[in-house]
């Protein structure tokens, strides 16, 4: 092999071309929370839609069934309404506790999450996308129990418009809990688990009357994020109902609701990113 002088060779060969200036391609808009949500809403919401009429079914039957069950055992009096205000929001604790922690659990489980970061979307669009999906469904059946509950009671139906306001109130705080529960059980069988123990506490402690509890029971009670939505529209039951205290039950289910979704998008974070 011959070696041949660089002073030799011509200067075409020993130019070597400038490298062009380094073109950095822009990265695309971060997604915004509105159009993430509606975006995660739409899909999930057809996606649930194969299951709805046995969901409703389900649900309301329940519900209508503890009524029934709780009419041979309270009178018509102050207590009905605590039954039948705490029997329509179980339909919501049914749906939002319950199978929302059963989803994410199996979410979690399945590696559902790693499609779910892959996407330029918002943790908590997810949360609220997933939540408000599943917290559809329950509003007909919420209206379904709440007026079979008034009729068997006798309770007056005027005020049935405040469970629109008691559902997607309600149906936040228990779809946060529900979605973090999933979220932070290490196996599906105890977010399963932990989504059936949290709405039985919805329906013990939300359907029977609170003045038959011990104190310590009506502690937990005032704990349990659905319970404020039960007040408020028990308390719509009187002839001359304090709309103020009304209010209020829903101001406290609208903040337990804020912290609870926060708490289930710092736990899908969590678990996305292991």
Known sequence: MSVVPAQVLPDAARSVPEAGPVVVAELAPAARLWPSLVAVYRAQLSRARVARIPLLFVATFQSIGITVMMRG????????????AGSAVL?????????LAQYFGQLRAGGGLDHYATLPVPPAAVVLGTAAAYASFTLPGTLVTAVFG????????????VLLAVVPLAGAALSGLGAALGLLAPRPELATLLGQLGMSAALLLGVLPP???PELVRLARDLLPSTYGVEAYARTFDAQPDWAVVLADLGVCAGVGVISLAVAAWAYRRAAVR
């Open 91 to 99: 339909v919501v604790a049914f749906v939002a506790l319950n199978l």
């Open 211 to 213: 003045d038959r509890m």
């Open 150 to 161: 008034c009729v068997l009671f006798g309770l007056p139906l005027a005020n049935l418009w």
């Open 73 to 84: 055992v309270v009178d018509n009096g102050f207590e009905a309404r605590s039954v039948v």
